[in-house]
């Protein structure tokens, strides 16, 4: 069917991707992952779970989470329904964007998607009710290796486009250390 357009971002090695899509006065069609136009298009990971969560409400915060070691996850993020702010944070040691974050919206209406690579921490926070959030991993998820940064981290200074201290979120990331707090021997080259 079609093809897809990918868009290089300032952080490396992140793409946004942009499926063909098909629409009428029905509505629309699109093939939301092809493995042979996503390798023709040089991605080529292998892709072994889908994860799909829902936000009922608009102002959930979910994050900043990573995997660490070789339990990393490079990602594809989508939006079925709703639309979200998508924010990474490249905590990749050595990396010539190492500290930088950058955020894109992802809706239902945009149809695009977001290529996050391993060594990346992800989260989000709903813009509309009911986000149906879905995401590809290379890799399994892995609770030893789960890892998290203050959403609020002043370093990074993420422009959050709600009231933070209304936003809705799990005591879990209410409680995550940030950048510069995280032990010195963590290191994502080993993956």
């Known amino acids: 069917m079609g093809k897809i357009k990918t868009t290089k971002t300032k ?3 992140v ?7 098909f629409g009428d006065h029905r509505g629309f069609f699109t093939e939301s992952y ?17 994860n799909h969560s829902l936000s009922v409400e608009a102002g959930v915060l979910r994050g900043l989470h990573f995997q660490t070691g ?32 950058e955020g894109y919206i992802l ?8 290529l996050v690579p391993r060594g990346f ?17 290379d890799n399994y998820y892995s ?13 990074l200074a ?10 809705i979120m799990s005591e879990k990331d209410h409680h995550h250390p940030t950048l510069a707090e995280l032990d010195n021997g963590f290191v994502y080259g080993e993956i």
């Open 143 to 155: 609770a030893e290796n789960d890892g998290g940064i203050a959403f609020d981290d002043p370093a």
């Open 15 to 21: 793409l946004i991707v942009e499926p063909a899509v």
């Open 107 to 114: 809706s239902e209406f945009n149809h695009r998607q977001l």
């Open 121 to 137: 921490a992800h989260g989000f926070v709903t813009l509309t009710p009911n986000v149906n959030f879905m995401y590809k991993c």
């Open 158 to 167: 993420i422009d959050w486009p709600i009231d933070i201290s209304k936003a």
């Open 11 to 13: 952080l490396q090695d």
């Open 34 to 50: 092809s493995k042979e136009d996503f390798q023709a298009a040089g991605i080529d990971f292998d892709f072994i779970q889908d």
């Open 70 to 101: 070789k339990a990393a996850q490079t990602k594809l993020i989508r939006v079925a329904t709703g639309a979200v702010l998508d924010v990474i944070v490249d905590i990749r040691e050595g990396s010539p964007t190492y500290g930088q974050w």
